[in-house]
């Protein structure tokens, strides 16, 4: 954290005025909300370590190695008091319905965040810039802008924040903007008056869990990552396990049901943010299309996009599988065979339970 003058010279008049121009500036940079917490993540430590400890986190050793790191912001960055979370919509403004890409068996769905541009760079330039604006009403002063780029449990700084809460899949919701936002935070050593939480609205409604098509949400509010479709298409390097193949459908990367049939997003409206608009036709790409990439065709046709870090052979893996429950078709046939013949022990494994579909498909 960069070096900082002394807070006390700030009067707490004056502390509320520079939180309610950081709000202010926010929403100048495109921020559909700010919020303010302290670091206090007692409250979530005991359920992540239980969450480590249950294995639900699968292959992702990274949570594991920082353990509680991720609820003591103070020490992950020393000096921090208080952190400035903010929320980012990303419904695509533009773009075929989800569900009826869903619905389409030929048809590649890719979770609506990874549509347009990566995430991550767009909003950590933003986070800087806010820095830059409070740095030019106060002066110096420390900070470290965080984007999905290391130990934070930004969800529940999300929840001190007042952005929104928690629902039973995980995802954070907001009452008046559902749950389709990205999420970034600016940890500083400024004594900021704090935002109030927000409250539970989830009630009795479980569409989330009951919509899960692997089951990944084993409980309300607890979510297996070793069953869930995002983990597997994405994070998971290995063989996808057999019996989660067929509920993959053509969920090429990532899962939206979850978000699909949650109540609170007939309150989300599309992103104003151009970049997050689809790119290569990724909103409804037809999965034989997809499969014809070879790996310089991925790498530029993914370039700023999230797709990229899931790498080229887990791409062909989760479309190989796609192919497999799609209807039988003797140009899907040709196309599993082809691949075979320079395929990876990984994909070659992939290709031949999808060839084994398709065919048993054929002679009924």
């Given amino acids: 954290m960069a070096e900082s003058r002394d807070r006390a010279a700030l009067s707490a008049d004056e502390l509320q005025q520079l939180a309610d121009k950081i709000n202010h500036w926010g929403r100048e940079l ?35 190695r920082h353990g509680a790191l991720r ?20 419904l695509p403004p533009a773009g075929c319905d989800p569900q009826s890409v869903l619905d389409d068996p030929v048809l590649g769905y890719v979770s609506r965040y990874a549509l ?8 950590r330039k933003r986070l800087q810039k806010l ?15 965080f984007v999905d780029s290391a130990p934070v449990q930004e969800k ?51 569409a989330c869990i009951d919509i899960c098509p692997t089951g990944a949400i ?5 979510v297996d990552a ?32 979850c978000q699909l049939v949650c109540p609170w997003n007939r309150f989300a409206r599309p992103s104003a943010e151009q970049d997050y608009s689809p790119r290569n036709d990724l909103d409804a790409p037809q999965l034989l299309s997809l499969f014809q990439w070879d790996e310089e ?31 039988a078709d003797e140009t899907i046939i040709y196309a599993l065979e082809k691949k075979m013949e320079a395929a990876s022990e990984l994909l070659r494994e992939h290709l031949t339970w999808s060839l084994t579909r398709q065919r048993r498909r054929q002679k009924k």
């Fill in 156 to 206: 529940a700084l999300a929840e001190k924040a007042g952005l929104g809460w928690a629902g039973k899949h995980s995802n954070v919701i907001n009452q008046r903007a559902g749950s389709w936002f990205f999420l970034g935070e600016l940890f500083t050593d400024l004594p900021l008056p704090l935002s109030a939480p927000a409250d539970n609205h989830c009630g009795s409604c479980q």
């Fill in 226 to 257: 070793r069953l869930c479709i995002s983990y597997l298409t994405i994070e998971h390097a290995g063989a996808i396990p057999f019996e989660l193949r067929e509920p993959m459908g053509n969920r090429i990367y990532g899962c939206d049901d």
């Fill in 30 to 64: 495109g921020f559909q909300q700010t919020g303010i917490t302290d670091t206090d993540l007692s409250a979530s430590e005991a359920r992540l370590l239980d969450w480590l400890d249950q294995g639900f986190h699968g292959e992702m050793e990274w949570m594991q």
């Fill in 218 to 222: 084993v409980a309300p509010y607890r």
């Fill in 71 to 90: 609820t003591r912001p103070q020490e992950l960055v020393p000096g921090t008091l208080r952190i400035i979370s903010v929320r980012m919509d990303y």
């Fill in 297 to 327: 065709t991925f790498l530029k046709r993914t370039e700023g996009s999230p797709l990229r870090r899931m790498g080229h052979q887990r791409w062909l893996r989760n479309i190989a599988v796609a192919l497999g429950n799609a209807p």
């Fill in 131 to 145: 820095a830059e604006k409070i740095q030019l009403e106060i002066g110096p002063f420390g900070y470290r802008a």
């Fill in 116 to 123: 347009g541009r990566d995430y991550h760079k767009i909003m």
